[in-house]
């Protein structure tokens, strides 16, 4: 797999509602505020921006939603941080830091739902989200997290599923239980990013893609600077994600980017993709190098995994992931693949999304680690939120300080390789 600044040979890009064609940035342009990236951080704070009437200009190296966020496994999950992290955050900057956290988390899905409604925005959601469980200690983590749920007041319905009930959600005999969210779901990530950009542009914004920033020149009147233009503006975004690379130097080095790869089959016969998924759910296991699978809208399997921190994409990515969808799914050895691909998600050391500012008026969002489609979300507006000047949920994240991994993404790659082989040995020992 080889990136070109055009779309990664996907099943997303192949069915998008339409391709953006947005001009390139030539010359000068000023605004209130440049957003550098056009994924759903990017997306999402331009869109926020926007609709509290500030002049944004977006800009994209390759196409909106060129990333991860046209590329993943559209399985929309609410959650910002795992649960043991809302722990420690309240061990450090107590119980009121903790209780924001969580209910960003809780109010991150909403915030997608609220864009797809107010814009209409076609991009196949449906509801149902299945964790399933292939040791003793995913079933007890699923019973701790419904009662802690509860004791939450969590706004949506939870289910356990037993061994013998699994049938009635998934068509393999691979797991021992399982835990329904009906809250979440999935969607068509590429035509969700889409959807927004257009409703941004629709509300001002103005878009450039295939303008690779190479440069920002802080300062009080700080400057982004592309191969063929540069944008003046008060404020600043960086939303490059993974893909953000040496574009912006302090940043660098402080995710690490690491590969995720699915595979599309061909569409499936009606009755084979009721047979695998009776209830349409996305399904996603508890591993590290996790399975993550789903029907797509025309019934193809949709099948995920393999993260790896090598920072080199497999050979071939249908030969790294068939075997795994096969071994839940023995019923899809002989279907064609019609499509395979891969992204980068950006891991966080601490697991935790890093949210800052480089010279007070340069702002970032990063490192969601693997689960971005909703936090990314909320991450946008509460960036906008900020800018605007309303800084609470802001500052609690601000106030973590994140590790920097020295030598760059090469050094660190392999010693998070060697961080994931350890837990991966866990898994098995
Ligand atoms: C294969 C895969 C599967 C995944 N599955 C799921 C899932 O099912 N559910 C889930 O919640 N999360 C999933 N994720 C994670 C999720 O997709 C990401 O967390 C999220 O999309 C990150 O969005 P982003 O906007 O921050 O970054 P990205 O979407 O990566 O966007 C960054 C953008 O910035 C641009 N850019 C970078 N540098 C520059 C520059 N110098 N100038 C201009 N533009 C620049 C890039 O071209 C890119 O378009 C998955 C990720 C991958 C890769």
Redesign the pocket.
């Known amino acids: 797999m080889r990136d070109t600044t055009e779309h990664a040979n996907s099943y997303y890009a192949a069915t998008a509602n339409w391709q953006t064609d947005y001009p390139k940035l030539v010359g000068e342009h000023r605004c209130d505020v440049a957003v550098?990236?056009?994924?759903?951080?990017?997306v999402s704070a331009a869109l926020h921006l926007a609709e509290r009437g500030y002049d944004v200009a977006l800009?994209?190296?390759?196409r909106v939603g060129?990333?991860?966020?046209g590329?993943?496994?559209?399985?929309l999950?609410d959650g910002i941080v795992e649960v043991d992290k809302i722990g420690l955050i309240g061990k450090r900057f107590g119980n009121e830091a903790a209780e924001v956290v969580r209910k960003i988390g809780v109010d991150s899905r909403d915030v997608v739902l609220e864009k797809i409604k107010r814009y209409s925005i076609n991009c196949d959601l449906k509801f149902g989200f299945l964790d399933v469980a292939l040791s003793q200690g995913d079933l007890d983590y699923f019973q701790s997290e419904i009662a802690r749920k509860n004791a939450n007041q969590y706004p949506h319905k939870m289910e356990l599923v037993s061994k013998e009930d699994m049938h009635t959600v998934i068509g393999s005999d691979r797991y021992i239980g399982g835990m329904v969210h009906h809250g979440n779901g999935h969607l068509h990530p590429l035509n969700l990013c889409i959807g927004e950009a257009r409703a941004a542009e629709e509300r001002g914004t103005r878009i450039f893609e295939q303008?690779?920033?190479t440069r920002i020149v802080h300062g009080d009147k700080p400057k982004v600077v592309t191969v063929d233009g540069v944008v003046h503006a008060k404020k600043v975004v960086l939303?490059?994600?993974?893909?953000?690379?040496k574009?912006e130097p302090k940043l660098y080095g402080q995710v690490i980017p690491a590969g995720?790869?699915?595979i599309a089959t061909e569409p499936l016969d009606a009755d084979l993709a009721k047979e695998l998924l009776p209830r349409d759910m996305a399904v996603c296991d508890q591993r590290v190098g996790l399975d993550?699978f789903r029907l797509s809208a025309d019934k193809r399997m949709l099948f995920?995994g393999l993260c790896n921190y090598s920072g080199r994409h497999p050979k071939s990515i249908s030969g790294a992931i068939q075997p795994n969808m096969i071994k839940v799914f023995p019923q899809l050895k002989d279907v064609r693949i019609d499509y395979e691909w891969?992204?980068?998600?950006?891991i966080s050391i601490k697991r935790i999304p890093q949210f800052g500012r480089i010279q007070g008026n340069t702002w970032y969002a990063?490192g969601?680690s693997?689960?971005?489609?909703?936090p990314?979300h909320i991450a946008g507006q509460i960036l906008a939120d900020a800018i605007a000047g309303d800084m609470e949920r802001f500052d609690v994240f601000e106030k973590i300080r994140h590790w920097k991994l020295p030598g760059g993404k090469w050094f660190a790659n392999p010693v998070l390789a060697l961080g994931m082989l350890y837990y991966r040995l866990k898994e098995i020992f």
């Open positions: 550098v990236g056009a994924g759903f951080t990017g800009i994209e190296a390759n060129w990333g991860a966020s590329r993943n496994g559209g399985q999950i303008s690779k920033v939303a490059g994600n993974a893909y953000l690379g574009s995720s790869y699915i993550y995920g891969g992204g980068y998600i950006a990063q969601y693997g689960h971005g489609v909703a990314t």
